[in-house]
């Protein structure tokens, strides 16, 4: 089958100037042009569509799309695959929201008994998930299976106050680690300060705690993509600083 702009934007559900931006960009551009000039989309354009709605649906940019689909190395079957596995999380999400409201109303109306650990039990859970969608592979080869069952484990059972407590904990180590990053010192008062509290924070997850695992992890958020564009994305070079802070903090420099 070949469509014209038209005809293949009814079929996606998107609008004609959507295509033409897409073409203009150079991220879907046609198969070919006709003798009146019409833009005329393929099979192999209709799939490469395809995967462009889903990665839109998952929220990454145009640009970033572009230099996924357009790489020598991409694999539309694994893209695929990746595709089902962050949309099954995303449903195991929504179902457990879901399910927690529920409960909340039968609760409100005097039908049963929701503890406060119940209450909260879908927004840890959303956590446990998020972190496993996006780093659970690379830090279960790092750590181990047990090791991360134990933390997620942890975070189920905590109690909404600890909940709470290592929420703010984590935005602090991030506020107190940018302004250590303006002063261009690792060894300084404010970028030690932003390593301690990152061990605090480590301690809300962790069975037990090392300098050892503590500095492994530090090398981590440089030499993992996904992790170094999460604390450069203020600042670039924040991860490599955070890397030297906690390096110097567990005296491996």
């Not at 893209?79 to 449903?91: G, S, Y």
């Not at 529920?102 to 209450?119: N, V």
């Not at 069975?207 to 958020?221: I, N, R, T």
């Amino acid at each position: 089958m070949e469509y014209t702009v038209q005809q293949l934007a009814k079929l996606a559900g998107v609008t004609s100037r959507t295509l033409r931006y897409y073409d203009e960009i150079g991220l879907l551009k046609p198969a070919r042009v006709n003798a009146s000039g019409y833009r005329i989309y393929g099979a192999k354009e209709v799939d490469q569509l395809q995967q462009i709605l889903f990665y839109r649906e998952l929220g990454v940019d145009l640009e970033t799309i572009k230099q996924i689909i357009m790489s020598p190395s991409f694999d539309d079957v694994q893209a695929l695959k990746q595709h089902r596995e962050k949309l099954l999380a995303e449903r195991r999400r929504l179902e457990a929201l879901i399910a927690n409201v529920e409960k909340t109303l039968l609760a409100k109306e005097g039908r049963i008994i929701m503890s406060d650990k119940e209450k909260f039990e879908a927004f840890k859970q959303q956590l446990i998930d998020e972190n496993e969608r996006n780093y659970g592979k690379e830090i279960r080869e790092k750590y181990g299976e047990e090791q991360v069952n134990k933390a997620n484990e942890k975070v189920k059972n905590m109690t909404q106050a600890q909940y709470e407590e290592v929420t703010k904990l984590g935005e602090e180590v991030l506020r107190v680690l940018h302004e250590a990053f303006l002063t261009g010192d690792p060894a300084g008062e404010l970028a030690q300060k932003a390593a301690d509290l990152h061990r605090q924070w480590l301690g809300y997850f962790w069975d037990h705690y090392s300098k050892e695992a503590h500095a492994g992890l530090a090398q981590m958020y440089v030499d993992d993509e996904r992790f170094k564009a999460y604390y450069d994305q203020k600042q670039p070079g924040t991860a490599e600083f955070f890397r030297e802070a906690i390096f110097i903090y567990t005296g491996k420099k």
